[in-house]
């Protein structure tokens, strides 16, 4: 039982009937992240997963994608994603381990599709260096990132860094608990926090690379409009501060998801309210959380 947990994604349906140990979060985010995932119209497609970490998502797109590739720099987590896809047959998934920030990892590769970085913009000191780098890999980016909750936020071009944040590692090891420490460590970029910016800051440098057209998929574990992230967020936050209960420059953030694209309409979303039924019978961690979450919501 031991080596099941070590070497698969806890919580999955082999096809030999195992359900495979270990923990994993039941957070209505990994399931918001999921149903993105199973939304896009990938047929055909070439989609490329940076900072995939166990590859999750890069198999939920590899149900309709012809081929998908991952590239993370935590080795321990490739592995287990190559060995889950493996054991789930699922054949047209690459995960790779390396750093995205290294030009010689897309050297000769044809270029993609798509590339999603989920997770991923606010745990990176260098937003243009990873941007610019991407920009010439595929002709549809999807970005999923905190950002700071501000009025204007899809028109203001803001970096905001949290003051007096508690230190981030970009690969949330202190979450994992089965990491590499050794491997781990070396990689960490520093003991700070990240720049978390606005859907405007990422709208305008993402226009200049040739994505002149940008989707907001939504804020928030619910994809949110804009208007409700701001109204939940910042009419309680301008609260807190008059009474002294929070500081005004400590911001409300709130994750946000977007596409940007070269030319409009290159990948499709389906319709996000009925992508439970199109999340993979294999994970059944998340069809228990989804249900826990029916059961509680009532
Ligand atoms: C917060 S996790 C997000 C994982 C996944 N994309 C998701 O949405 O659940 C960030 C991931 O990015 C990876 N990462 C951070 N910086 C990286 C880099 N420079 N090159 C490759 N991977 C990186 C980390 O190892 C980690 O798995």
């Given amino acids: 039982m031991d080596s099941i947990a070590n070497d698969f994604i806890g919580g999955i349906r082999l096809p030999n009937g195992t359900i495979t140990q270990g923990k994993r979060s039941g957070r209505s985010l990994r399931r918001r992240n999921a149903v993105v995932a199973c939304s896009f119209e990938l047929a055909g497609m070439r989609v490329l997963d940076v900072g995939c ?12 994608a012809k081929e998908v590739w991952g590239i993370d720099h935590r080795a321990s987590e490739i592995e287990k994603g190559n060995a889950t896809a493996k054991a789930l047959g699922i054949g047209n998934v690459s995960l790779r381990f390396g750093d995205v920030r290294d030009p ?6 044809e270029k993609f599709d798509l590339a999603i970085a989920w997770g991923f913009l606010h745990r990176i000191g260098d937003i243009f260096g990873l941007l610019y780098s991407l920009a010439p890999m595929a002709d549809a980016i999807s970005l999923e990132w905190r950002t700071p909750i501000v009025p204007l936020l899809s028109s203001l071009s803001i970096a905001y860094h949290p003051p007096g944040n508690r230190p981030l590692d970009p690969m949330n090891i202190r979450a994992a608990g089965d990491h590499d420490p050794a491997n781990d460590r070396e990689k960490i970029e520093g003991n700070t926090a990240f720049w978390e910016p606005t859907p ?11 994505f002149v057209h940008a989707t907001l998929i939504g804020y928030g574990e619910r994809l949110e409009s804009e208007r409700k992230a701001l109204t939940r967020h910042w009419t309680r936050h301008l609260q807190r501060a008059n009474e002294g209960k929070e500081r005004l ?17 290159l990948i499709a979303i389906k319709d996000l309210s009925t992508a439970g039924e199109r999340l993979p019978p294999w994970d059944v961690a998340l069809h228990d959380a989804v249900a826990r979450q029916t059961t509680h919501n009532g």
């Fill in 53 to 64: 970490a166990d590859g999750l998502h890069s198999m939920y797109m590899a149900a309709s």
């Fill in 104 to 109: 010689a990892l897309f050297k000769g590769v």
């Fill in 200 to 210: 405007g800051a990422v709208k305008v440098i993402t226009q200049r690379l040739g």
């Fill in 249 to 265: 420059d400590r911001l409300p953030r709130e994750r946000v998801h977007m596409l940007f694209e070269k030319k409009q309409g």
